[in-house]
């Protein structure tokens, strides 16, 4: 593929002026893309300075209550005659004006990679412990991963986030985009489907953003519950690969990473975190045998719940 176009879809909510510095990253990138598609929740919220002077910004709005992780950015991909489409989250900076072209290497390099995405970068402020999470989930060596590559790396095989990834616009359409609606992992979930297919997807580690969150153990807690959620709806993705081992790694990662650092201390802070995460996770891979009221309780997000109840 030479020279080919792209388009980068972002949907937003309450975006603040931080997004500016995104949008203005795009823009300077050596490869900038023809048009970010800005898919926001709320025209309420929206602060139209965000955009202004940026010519390739378009902002379409969409309602509260028609947000879905995957029916929006399915949304923005319908919008897009590009190429390539790079979807964002708006909180993920551009590192370098190298990004976008970085990104899109693997895609043009070799035909059967139809996904790439970027390696995550912790922001200033970033706690010590997320920052190595962010070193283990995207070290600094990038890699492909493919079918065969199941015995050896497990579920990490379907590895793929949507904070800064790049795929292959025909064969995102082919595939009918991402399943519908969504709780969670709408990236991870097309990439088993890709890899499944004999494709391959692309870990680009010299594509990179700054990307990084200091969250509570509770809002822990509710992002694995509802990642738990989508491995229990994706049993022909999941299924047949065990996540818990993937886990083990980490922890131990972490721990050894903090030893070094001298940061101990740390570490027990560190397990009550994992704990936070694991039983988060049981609870939702269990969830439909879970009374409605402690689904609603420890979901993340209970407006999936009521797209899942108008799609049924």
Known sequence: MKNPTVDVIIPTYKPDLSFRT????????????SHILIINTGEEYWNEQLTEGIETAEVYHIRPEEFDHAATRNMGADLSDADIIVFMTQDAVPHDRRLIGNLIRPLMEDPLIKISYARQLPKP??????????????????YVRRLE?????????????????????????????????CIFNEDSVFAGKIITLGYEVAYAADARVLHSHNYTNMQQFHRNFDNGVSHAMH???????????EGVKLVQYVTRSLRKM????????????????????KLGENYAILPEWLVMACTGNRRFWTWRDAED
């Open 22 to 33: 995104v949008l203005e990253r795009l823009s300077d990138q050596y490869d900038a893309p």
């Open 125 to 142: 402020g970033c706690r010590i412990t997320e920052g190595c999470i962010r070193s283990f989930n995207y070290p600094h060596e990038s």
């Open 149 to 181: 590559d199941l015995k050896e790396y497990g579920i990490k095989t379907f590895f793929c986030s949507d904070v800064c990834a790049a795929y292959d616009r025909q064969t995102f359409h082919e595939m009918g985009g991402f399943s519908k609606p």
């Open 235 to 245: 049993p022909e993705i999941f299924r047949s690969v065990a996540s818990e081992g």
């Open 262 to 281: 001298n940061r101990g201390y740390l570490i027990p802070g560190f397990y009550i975190q994992c704990f936070f995460r694991y039983a988060g996770f």
